[in-house]
């Protein structure tokens, strides 16, 4: 994981050296240093936007956090994302812009359309699963679909002699 150091004090949020991010990619982890004014809140919430220039919209993501670590959301098509911190009713503070450079990827749709029934099943499987039922489930990668297939085993002793 990329590793990105945040400082905040008395609300305003500073980098350590001169991060980027990489459209694109998933690896990138923010640690918050917070003052003595977020500690009666274990709960926080990483707040992060940014322009979406394909799209042409502001776009944002709020992910909950405890601790000080926090993984960045994957965006792409954009040159920046401002990042900051709130929790409780209200403490906020103000947000850090960081450059994003653009990837390989960007411009291009590499996500591929799920394959038809695929919601259907899994609704079907969480369904078996609250009903105490013993599932065996595989992931096949066909023609690069993934798709979802379960196994329904009336007991653990049947699901542990059939093998996968």
């Known amino acids: 994981m990329r590793e990105i150091h945040i400082t905040v004090r008395n609300k305003l949020a500073e980098a350590a050296g001169k991060p980027e991010i990489i459209c694109g990619n998933s690896d990138y982890l923010l640690y918050f240093d917070l003052d003595a004014e977020w500690e009666p809140y274990q709960a926080k919430t990483a707040r992060f936007f940014w322009f979406d220039n394909r799209e042409k919209k502001l776009m944002h993501y709020d992910r909950l956090f405890e601790g000080n670590a926090v993984q960045v959301p994957v965006m ?17 503070s103000a947000p850090l812009r960081i450059p994003c450079l653009p990837a390989v990827t960007d411009g291009s749709d590499i996500t591929e359309p799920l394959p038809p029934g695929l919601y259907t099943q899994l609704v079907e499987y969480l369904r078996d699963l609250a009903e105490g039922a013993v599932i065996r489930q595989t992931a096949m990668c066909c023609s690069g679909q993934l798709m979802f297939r379960a196994e329904h085993c009336q007991t653990e002793q049947e699901f542990e002699t059939e093998g996968t």
């Open 76 to 92: 792409r098509n954009t040159n920046e994302v401002a990042v900051g911190v709130y929790a409780g009713d209200l403490l906020t």
